[in-house]
Structures are given as structure tokens and as C-alpha cells.
């Protein structure tokens, strides 16, 4: 059982709550004094879901801020750490970099994997050790994780795989299918894991192809996670190739939907956002990333009046803090609009809580309700940032990742006292990514 000084629920931010947790869910929750229970300070929220991660990309930081570019620039730099990686040394980074994420408060991670094959592009002797590596990471790391297993078959619109490229691909959609499926067989019924699909992009898989991934996503009910207008270079060569947007083609081809997220969704036209709103599609906002990439500002409140529903990720892990993912889709669409006040701060952390954690196929997570996943996420009031802040205001605006002292994910307590049960993160983040330099 555990005492939260403050906690956030749906009726809005309450003092003196009582948490009780059985089968890492929650039982019961009350208000009175702490008793024997264990006191949380600070005000506690739910989990958070981080619906968009590339772990390798974690490889890169402070390495690809230096001089100049633009995202293709990058993405050289990218593809040469994704060379470098094993079964062994990818659990070795990824667990690292999922321990960071529960220092951070999330609980739950979508992972983009696309990185699948050796280095000339064969199967490992399991086609999927590099999938099995990221769920043991996360696992061991303490969070839930939706692993987005990407199809991956060109090297752009009408253009053949390069050298490192080969080690994503399965040849076609059916080949994927057939590999997916397999991961999926394998995790029947755990609850901690969840299979869904990607479609990496228009520009590594063609609109013929879709379809096929689609439908795994309906068969079994599984998220289906897409990049979308990251680049505005994509949605030119997408006009050119198919007389239509990447939002039109994806809506051509059946791939949005209710189970569906459009990652980045930088570059929309208004038919592009109506699509998404009528579809029931998600849009996943990776502002940190995005900003580090120069690739632009996204228009999420346009979307959310539309009917997509907004979810948050730290994509290349330029940091990790859903915090700062939250207040910077208002901060940067104030820079866009000249204008404040876009998102409450309320609907900013829903964005990273309930609805994250829904996108990735984990609805009964992301709300301090009995029945839900016992996630619980405290973070301090008494820093040098968020002293003398109130309420939610505090977290989104205030607060950074820094600020999270205690995480507790589906009952299992993870962090303490700012501490992972894991050991210092540090040191294990820097052997890991030493060994791909």
C-alpha cells in the first residue's frame, strides 16, 4: 500500500490518497491518513506511456548535435551505429536506455523496431533475437512494452536498399507477416507484452504492400504505428510518385484507424488532418526530436479539434523526459502561432499517460482508478524547479524528469529515491554505447 501526499486522479488533484495494489493492478484507492503505508511525496501520477522509441538512437546523443545538417545528414550517422549492433550488445543499450526511461516515469514504451537482421541482411538463427532483446531490456528495466515490429522494404520511393538498410527488410510484406506472426505466437497471453505492426514510412514501403500489414493489425488486434510527413522532401516525393500525400496514400490503403498512429505528422495539409480526425487515428508528437532535427512544428491542436487523439514520444532520445515532450507541444505551437494558451496542462498529461498507453494496446493503463495497471509516478514539489508550483501546472511546466523520485510500474517498485533497482544508470549507459564507437 502506498500514501500519496498528492495524487492525481480523474476527479483532479487530491490530497491524502491511499493506493492498495494486488496482482499489479489497483484495488482500492481511499483518502485518510498514511497508517503503515508506504508515503509517496511530492504529487504522484500515473504512469507515463513513451509511444515512440528508436532504443538505438539513444547511441547518438551529443554526438549528432555538433556542426551543421538537416535530418539525412543524421540519419548517415544513424545507420553507422545501427551497423555495429548484436542480440547481445542491443539487450546490453536497450536496457540501459529503458532503465532511463523509468527514472523518467514511464511505464510503458513503444518500440519502432525496424533493426532486425545481421549485418549483410540474414536472419539470425531466430529471426527474431533482436525483437526477444528489446521485450528481455524492457522487462529487466521494469516497464511494459508494445514492440511495433516494422515492415521495412525500400530505400526510399522507388529506390533499392542500401548496405545497411538490408538488415531491416524481410524481403516483402508476406516475409514480415510470416516473422510477426511468429513474435506474436510467442508472446500469447503475457500481459507485460504487446505485438503490434509499423509500417516505417511511404518511403520504405510501397502502397501495394500495406495491406498486408494492415491486416495483421486487424487479425490480432494490434496498434499499427506509421512515420508520417516527418520531412516535407517525403511528401514531395510522394506527390510526384503517387499524386497524393502520405496521409491519403496510408488512407487509400486502409492503414488508418482507431488501432492507428501517425508519427510526427509534421508537414499535414488540412484534407491530410481531416483524414486523420475522421479515421480515429492517433498522432504521436515527438516535439524534442523534431526540433533537434529541424523538421518543423507539427500541428497538433488542429488535429485533436479534428478527432485524433495526441500521444507523446522521445523518438532519438535527445533526452528523455516526457515532461518536456508535454509542455513543448504548447511551447513550440506558441513559436508557430504567436499565441498562448493552446493546451491545458491537464490534456498535455493525458497525452502522456491514458491515452499513450491506450495507443499501444495497454487500455487499462494510464489512470489511478481500481482495475488499472498500478503505475504510480511521484514527483517532487520541492526542487529548485518546481518549488513553490501547484497542481499540474508543476509537473508540465515546471518539472523534469530529474523531479521523478519514486516509480512504481504494474506493482513492482522501480526507482526509488531517484534510484533504479537496476544500479547506477550512468555507467551503464556509457559501456554500453562505448562498445558501438
Not at 496510408?250 to 508537414?267: F, I
Not at 480515429?280 to 524534442?288: E, L
Request: a negative charge; aromatic letters at 6%.
Amino acid at each position: 500500500m502506498y500514501w500519496c501526499e498528492q495524487a492525481w486522479l480523474p476527479e483532479g488533484v487530491t490530497d491524502g490518497v491511499l493506493v492498495e495494489i494486488e496482482g499489479g493492478r489497483i484495488a482500492r484507492i481511499s483518502q485518510g491518513p498514511p497508517g503503515s503505508a508506504e508515503r509517496l511525496a511530492g504529487l504522484t501520477v500515473p504512469g507515463l506511456a513513451n509511444a515512440h522509441s528508436h532504443a538505438f538512437h539513444r547511441a547518438l546523443r551529443g554526438s549528432t548535435q555538433e556542426g551543421q545538417g538537416d535530418f539525412w545528414t543524421w540519419r548517415e550517422r544513424m545507420y553507422a551505429v545501427a551497423g555495429k549492433l548484436d542480440p547481445g550488445s542491443y539487450l546490453r543499450l536497450a536496457r540501459a536506455v529503458y532503465a532511463e526511461m523509468a527514472l523518467a516515469g514511464v511505464t510503458c514504451v513503444g518500440e519502432f523496431h525496424y533493426l532486425h537482421h545481421g549485418e549483410d541482411g540474414r536472419p539470425y538463427d531466430d529471426p527474431n533475437a533482436m525483437g526477444h532483446a528489446l521485450i528481455q531490456a524492457a522487462r529487466d528495466a521494469g516497464l511494459r512494452i508494445a514492440l511495433l515490429d516494422t515492415c521495412y522494404l525500400s530505400g526510399g520511393i522507388g529506390a533499392p536498399l542500401t548496405d545497411t538498410q538490408r538488415r531491416f527488410t524481410d524481403g516483402d510484406a508476406e516475409g514480415w507477416e510470416t516473422r510477426a506472426e511468429e513474435l506474436v505466437a510467442a508472446y500469447d497471453g503475457q500481459p507485460d507484452v504487446e505485438i503490434g505492426a509499423a509500417i516505417h514510412s511511404v518511403r520504405a514501403v510501397p502502397p501495394e504492400q500495406m495491406p498486408v500489414v494492415a491486416e495483421f493489425s486487424h487479425r490480432n488486434a494490434a496498434p499499427l504505428h506509421v512515420h508520417v510527413s516527418e520531412q516535407q522532401a517525403e511528401n514531395t516525393a510522394c506527390i510526384e510518385m503517387y499524386a497524393a500525400t502520405p496521409v491519403q496514400v496510408l488512407h487509400e490503403r486502409g492503414v488508418l484507424g482507431p488501432r492507428s498512429t501517425a508519427v510526427h505528422a509534421t508537414h499535414l495539409t488540412d484534407v491530410d488532418i481531416e483524414l486523420l480526425g475522421q479515421s480515429g487515428s492517433y498522432v504521436c508528437m515527438c516535439p524534442t526530436t523534431e526540433r533537434d532535427l529541424a523538421d518543423g512544428v507539427g500541428p497538433a491542436r488542429a488535429a485533436a479539434d479534428r478527432g485524433a487523439s495526441i500521444t507523446l514520444g522521445s523518438d532519438s532520445h535527445a533526452v528523455i523526459d516526457l515532461f518536456e515532450e508535454a509542455r513543448a507541444v504548447e511551447l513550440d505551437e506558441r513559436l508557430a502561432t504567436h499565441t498562448r494558451g493552446h493546451w491545458r496542462a491537464d490534456e498535455l498529461l493525458t497525452a502522456a499517460t491514458v491515452t499513450g498507453h491506450t495507443s499501444l494496446g495497454f487500455p487499462g493503463a494510464g489512470l489511478l482508478v481500481p482495475g488499472a495497471w498500478a503505475d504510480l509516478v511521484s514527483v517532487r514539489l520541492d526542487s529548485v524547479r518546481t518549488a513553490g508550483a501547484r497542481g499540474l501546472e508543476a509537473v508540465v511546466y515546471a518539472a523534469t524528469a530529474a523531479d521523478v523520485h519514486a516509480v512504481v510500474s504494474g506493482g513492482r517498485r522501480v526507482v526509488t529515491e531517484g534510484r533504479h533497482v537496476l544500479g547506477d544508470v550512468g555507467p551503464m549507459l556509457i559501456e554500453a554505447i562505448a562498445a558501438l564507437r
